[in-house]
Every structure is written in structure tokens, then in C-alpha cells.
């Protein structure tokens, strides 16, 4: 029997094992970030709704503060919600 470049004496099922070890690999990283993907979504919740604006002059709760600097300066810092008015949430 002459054997070619071809016929490495292994026949068809010896030349499938990479690619079947290859396919078991990527299956198995697909499944990992599926259930990462599956645990993140469940960690984050559903996304919020966005807040009403019933009426555009009513104050938006929120926090400031104020920090003295050495030199006399001050930092000044709020923070608020977005509001449903786009006038409102511009700067």
C-alpha cells in the first residue's frame, strides 16, 4: 500500500479530532459568557423609568455642599436628578 501526503494512516477520524476539540472549546466559552451575561443581568435589575414632570416649576430634591480650599478658594458641588424637562437639564 502507497501511502499519500494525504493518508497519514489515521483516515477521517484522526483528521476531525482538532476540529471537534476545537468546536468543544468554543462551545464551552459560549456558555460561560452566556451565564455571565445571565448573572449581570440579573445583578443589574431593569433599567429605571425615566422621572415625570408634572410641573416645571417644582424644585427637583437633590444634595450640595461646599469645601473650603487652603487658599481661599471653594468647591461647590450638587447633584440632582435629570428631570423630564430638557430646559431644566440644560446647563
Do not use: C
Request: net charge neutral.
Amino acid at each position: 500500500m502507497v501511502r499519500t501526503d494525504l493518508d497519514d494512516g489515521r483516515g477521517r477520524a484522526g483528521r476531525a479530532r482538532p476540529l471537534l476539540q476545537l468546536g468543544l472549546v468554543l462551545a464551552a466559552v459560549a456558555v460561560v459568557l452566556a451565564l455571565l451575561l445571565v448573572h449581570r443581568a440579573r445583578r443589574t435589575g431593569p433599567p429605571a423609568a425615566p422621572p415625570s414632570a408634572s410641573d416645571p416649576e417644582e424644585l427637583v430634591a437633590g444634595w450640595a455642599g461646599e469645601l473650603p480650599g487652603t487658599d481661599g478658594a471653594r468647591l461647590v458641588a450638587s447633584l440632582a436628578p435629570l428631570h423630564a424637562d430638557p430646559e431644566r437639564q440644560a446647563f
